[in-house]
């Protein structure tokens, strides 16, 4: 059985439900609560939100109880024309997490043990590590939220500069008794099967190109999106191109 350092799965407690007014500043949000307050959030999501930030829409917020932060509520889950998505894209974490628990990911049965955040190639952790007797799978999660027609969900949703650093170093860390996953989390009710976004961002289309074919090993997941979870819901088909 995997052990983890942590509990699996994405249970949220207690989200209130709010309008979107608008996001900007990438980090933040404005929404209006059914009372009529308006309150500044934080927005857990660097990338374009495309699809994902229409005025007026449903969204639901978690709230902290830190005396340190300046936003106390952060959002979590939007409504969407084409489904329900989780925005908060480091939650996709906990739902790979779960899936691997599940033994959902196919040929990783040998490797028992899992961390997070492990430094696999200098300035660059790993979102985990599986290890075991045949030697471990570094492994990166890229949270996929952008929606286009035909249910295909496309990553990235933004020039991403960090995402083709991630996907060289897992190039880069291959070895005899190491490989290396990338994994497309579709945190979105509508996205059905993955692709890139090569024509958003061509450079990480190649790059990603060039590592499977040195040996990188990509595998997308679905998930059930609400209000009250994020479960992982199944194994998708992945393509570079929406096309193939």
């Not at 207690?14 to 309150?39: H, M, N, P, T």
């Not at 340190?68 to 489904?83: D, F, M």
């Not at 070895?175 to 996953?181: A, D, W």
Request: aromatic residues 4%; hydrophobic residues 45%.
């Amino acid at each position: 059985m995997l052990t983890m350092e942590k509990d699996s799965g994405m249970q949220f407690s207690g989200l209130v439900e709010a309008r979107l007014l608008r996001r900007y500043k990438r980090f933040l949000a404005d929404v209006r609560l059914a009372d009529g307050e308006e309150l500044t959030v934080h927005c857990p999501n660097t990338g374009a939100m495309t699809g994902c930030v229409e005025e007026g829409a449903a969204v639901w917020l978690s709230t902290s109880d830190s005396a340190r932060r300046k936003y106390a509520h952060t959002w979590e889950v939007a409504a969407t024309r084409t489904g329900t998505v989780c925005i908060h894209s480091a939650r996709a974490n906990a739902v790979v997490r779960e899936a691997l628990a599940a033994d959902m990911l196919p040929g990783l049965a040998d490797y028992a043990h899992c961390r997070s955040e492990v430094v696999v190639v200098p300035g660059t952790r790993a979102d985990m590590v599986l290890e075991g007797d045949a030697g471990r799978v570094v492994v990166e999660v890229k949270s996929v939220t952008l929606c286009r027609d035909g249910g295909w969900g496309a990553f990235p949703d933004a020039v991403s500069s960090r995402g083709r650093k991630h996907v060289l170093a897992l190039q880069d860390v291959l070895g005899p008794r190491t490989r290396s996953l990338l994994v497309f989390c579709a945190m979105h009710t509508g996205i059905h099967r993955v692709c890139v976004a090569g024509d958003i961002d061509p450079a990480y289309r190649a790059a990603l190109e060039e590592a499977m074919r040195a040996g990188v090993e990509v595998v997308a997941l679905g998930c059930d999106v609400s209000p009250t979870a994020v479960a992982v819901r199944e194994l998708l088909p992945f393509s570079l191109d929406s096309a193939a």
